[in-house]
C-alpha cells in the first residue's frame, strides 16, 4: 500500500507559521487533502486538492503539493489550530490512503 | 443541512459478527462515494474502504481485504460496515464520510459523529 510519512509533532508560537509535511513518493502526482482532528471530534477537512480550503476555513490554512512532498501551511496559528493534521492522497490506485498524522502544539 | 449519521456504540465479545450504519440526509445519496476509516485508541485515521451508492462499487485498502465488509442501501440512503468475527484488535472508532462534489481529490466534507466498537471478553 502506498505510504505516507508526517513528521509526529510541530510546535510553533503563536501569531506565527505552522508548516506541516507529507512525503510520499511520487506524491505530487496525487490530489492531496488535509484534515484536522480535535480531541473527541470528528476530522474536519481544511484543504483539498492540493491547495483548495472548504467554504469556512479561515484563509490562513493554505496548502502546496510538489515531487514528493506536501506542505500545509497555517499562518498566525492561533491556540485553537492546536490539533492533529492527517494529510491524504487520492487517486484511483492507492485510494485514500491517509498519513500518520502530526500533533500540532501551539505554545 | 447534509448529515451522515451512524449507529451507535457496541460492546461484542471476540468471534461475534457486527455491523454498523452510516445514514446519509441532505444531499444526494447515491452520487458520492462513501468512505469508511478506522481511528484505534490513541491512533491515527486508516482508510478502510470506499463504496459507490449508485451502483455498489466498493474498493477496500488492502489493509482491510477481507476483514470487512462494506455495503450499501440505497433505498434508506444507508451504507454499512461489517465483520464476520470480531477480534480484540478490532476495538476502535469507525467514521464514515463523503465529499461535497464528485470532483476527484475533492476530500470528504462531511463526517459521521462516529461508531465506538469496543471487542471484550
Known amino acids: 500500500s502506498y505510504e505516507l510519512t508526517q513528521p509526529p509533532s510541530v510546535s510553533v508560537s503563536p501569531g506565527q507559521t505552522a508548516s506541516i509535511t507529507c512525503s510520499g513518493d511520487?506524491?505530487?502526482?496525487?490530489?492531496v487533502c488535509w484534515y484536522q482532528q480535535k480531541p473527541g471530534q470528528s476530522p474536519v477537512l481544511v484543504i483539498y486538492?492540493?491547495?483548495k480550503r472548504p467554504s469556512g476555513i479561515p484563509e490562513r490554512f493554505s496548502g502546496s503539493n510538489s515531487e514528493n512532498t506536501a506542505t500545509l501551511t497555517i499562518s498566525g496559528t492561533q491556540a485553537m489550530d492546536e490539533a492533529d493534521y492527517y494529510c491524504?492522497?487520492?487517486?484511483?490506485?492507492?485510494?485514500?490512503?491517509f498519513g500518520g498524522g502530526t500533533k500540532l502544539t501551539v505554545l | 443541512e447534509v448529515q451522515l449519521v451512524q449507529s451507535g456504540a457496541e460492546v461484542k465479545k471476540p468471534g461475534e459478527s457486527l455491523k454498523i450504519s452510516c445514514t446519509g440526509s441532505?444531499?444526494?445519496?447515491?452520487?458520492?462515494?462513501i468512505g469508511w476509516v478506522r481511528q484505534m485508541p490513541g491512533k491515527g485515521l486508516e482508510w478502510m474502504g470506499i463504496?459507490?451508492?449508485?451502483?455498489?462499487?466498493?474498493r477496500y485498502s488492502p489493509s482491510f481485504q477481507g476483514q470487512v465488509t462494506i455495503s450499501v442501501d440505497k433505498s434508506i440512503s444507508t451504507a454499512y460496515l461489517q465483520w464476520s468475527s470480531l477480534k480484540a484488535s478490532d476495538t476502535a472508532m469507525y467514521y464514515c464520510?463523503?465529499?461535497?462534489?464528485?470532483?476527484?481529490?475533492?476530500?470528504?466534507?462531511?463526517w459521521g459523529q462516529g461508531t465506538l466498537v469496543t471487542v471484550s471478553s
Open positions: 441532505g444531499y444526494s445519496f447515491t452520487s458520492y462515494w
Open positions: 511520487k506524491l505530487g502526482y496525487k490530489h
Open positions: 486538492q492540493d491547495n
Open positions: 463504496i459507490y451508492p449508485g451502483d455498489s462499487d466498493t
Open positions: 491524504q492522497a487520492w487517486d484511483s490506485s492507492t485510494g485514500r490512503e
Open positions: 464520510a463523503t465529499p461535497a462534489d464528485g470532483a476527484v481529490g475533492r476530500g470528504w466534507d462531511y
